[in-house]
């Protein structure tokens, strides 16, 4: 299995609701990313695990809340999200830093 | 910033035509990476370059990196309808990072 499969693939929520995304792989891959990508912009870092671990947490205001049960899963819990907070969000994976990450489809997010 | 520049930021081509873009990036790497993007959709890895290597070629692809002007170029060769989309050059920083450039947006008409 060579995918990163994302859910939901859309999402709308209002400013005061609390919601999940998910994204799962099954590669044994020991590095799970997440990127917010706004239209027309490169993907930016939000946060990096490393053997479930955060490794990386780019500066990425509170209401964003990564967690990583276990070696295949990666969710960001999201609260209190802001309009700006629309964007597509990527989960991507690798076996290691620095080399070929594999993306999941991503979910396009509207905060109303 | 170890972001890379893309040019151009957009490319329009004729089908069979071959298609060039360029990543322009600031610090020492040991590899250049480019991805594809289909219009919302995921990234696609498409080939990897060692800083010890100057060129390397996989199907229609042809990448050049070019260490003392920082820089790398992709050549997509007899271009297809199905090459439409963004394409991102990335290069890792850290442990686990990876920068991705302004990206080209590519558009070969039928």
């Known amino acids: 299995d060579t995918e990163v499969t994302q859910t939901p693939k859309h999402l709308v929520m209002g400013m005061t609701n609390k919601k999940s995304l998910k994204c799962e792989q099954h590669?044994?891959?020991?590095?799970m990313y997440w990127y917010k990508q706004k239209a027309k912009k490169p993907p930016e870092l939000m946060f990096v695990?490393?053997?479930?671990?955060?490794?990386i947490n780019e500066s990425v205001p509170s209401r964003f809340s990564p967690e990583c049960p276990n070696s295949s899963l990666l969710n960001l819990h999201l609260h209190a999200l802001q309009p700006e907070d629309s964007a597509l969000y990527l989960c991507?994976?690798?076996?290691?830093?620095?080399?070929?990450?594999?993306f999941g489809p991503g979910t396009r997010l509207t905060v109303l | 910033s170890q972001q890379g520049e893309e040019d151009p930021q957009a490319l329009s081509i004729q089908e069979g035509e071959n298609a060039t873009m360029n990543c322009s990036y600031k610090t020492s790497i040991n590899n250049l990476q480019w991805y594809r993007q289909n219009s919302g959709r995921g990234l696609v890895h498409l080939i990897l370059?060692?800083?010890?290597?100057r060129e390397k070629h996989s199907g229609r692809l042809r990448v050049t990196l070019d260490t003392s002007k920082k820089s790398s170029s992709l050549l997509i060769t007899a271009s297809r309808a199905a090459d439409t989309a963004s394409y991102f050059c990335?290069?890792?920083?850290?442990?686990?990072?990876?920068?991705f450039g302004t990206g080209t947006r590519l558009t070969v008409i039928p």
């Open positions: 990335a290069t890792p920083t850290g442990a686990n990072n990876l920068f």
């Open positions: 370059i060692r800083s010890n290597e």
């Open positions: 695990y490393s053997y479930e671990k955060l490794s």
């Open positions: 590669m044994g891959h020991r590095a």
């Open positions: 991507a994976s690798s076996h290691g830093g620095g080399i070929e990450q594999f």
